[in-house]
């Protein structure tokens, strides 16, 4: 079984500074998905920022970028000039790729709420 | 276009009574997924659906809960004799491919349940 985990349930940081979240995961899979997921208020869930395993290159989105550390089984998000509208609640979710079922499905963390003040 | 949505937004059931809760998952997306979330928690896998096919129903927390989806495309999530550990939001999710890949899942804004 995968399990994910998210050791700050709380973060906070101030407008156009630098923040990182942790996540860390466990798996004896060799393929599989990484997300980090974001969960506004409103509570409408959007994808943020995705990674595959057997890419060495961290994703990047715009202000977003991960630190993907396969061997450490760690995989944090980074938002760079944080802004107002990134308060949310924010999941790091895993996925194997397809199993011999022929598919698999998401693991969730707990998630960090990011407070992003002026 | 339209994303994912689900009705009602908010319902509130009296313990004991039967609830109906409906997805209508982006048109043409293969999977659907439900989800549980209980307040200040992630996401819990509740069941997937692959077209018509319900393929995994392994996180439905008992024989309370029944999900559909018989045309592969709107679904819906039955609870019967709710309890108030039935209390949460449950989310539907859909994906244009088979679940295990990099494809994101669109999720809809949730109905939050809470039983009395």
């Known amino acids: 079984a995968q399990t994910v985990t998210q050791s700050q349930p709380e973060m906070s940081v101030q407008e156009a500074e630098t923040v990182t979240l942790s996540c860390t995961y466990d798996?004896?899979?060799?393929?599989?998905?990484l997300f980090w997921y974001k969960q506004p208020p409103s509570r409408q869930m959007i994808l943020v920022i995705r990674?595959?395993?057997?890419?060495?290159q961290n994703a990047t989105e715009n202000r977003f970028s991960v630190n993907f550390q396969k061997a450490a089984k760690s995989f944090s998000l980074k938002i760079s000039d944080s802004q107002l509208g990134d308060t949310a609640m924010y999941f790091c979710?895993?996925?194997?790729?397809?199993?011999?079922?022929?598919?698999?499905?998401?693991?969730f963390g707990k998630g960090t709420m990011l407070l992003v003040s002026p | 276009g339209a994303g994912v949505s689900q009705s009602p937004r908010y319902k509130v059931a009296k313990r004991g009574q039967d609830v109906a809760l409906r997805c209508d998952p982006i048109s043409g997306h293969v999977s659907l997924f439900w989800y549980q979330q209980a307040l200040g928690q992630g996401p819990e896998f509740l069941t997937y659906f692959q077209n018509e096919a319900q393929l995994d129903k392994s996180g439905l927390p008992s024989d309370r809960f029944f999900a559909e989806r018989p045309e592969g495309s709107v679904s819906t999530l039955k609870i019967q004799r709710t309890q108030q550990e039935d209390s949460a939001v449950y989310l539907c999710?859909?994906?244009?491919?088979?679940?295990?890949?990099?494809?994101?899942?669109?999720f809809g804004p949730g109905t939050r349940l809470t039983v009395t």
């Open positions: 979710a895993f996925t194997p790729g397809p199993l011999n079922s022929g598919y698999s499905t998401l693991t």
């Open positions: 798996t004896s899979e060799n393929n599989y998905y």
């Open positions: 999710a859909s994906s244009p491919r088979l679940a295990g890949s990099s494809y994101e899942q669109y």
């Open positions: 990674q595959e395993a057997y890419k060495q």
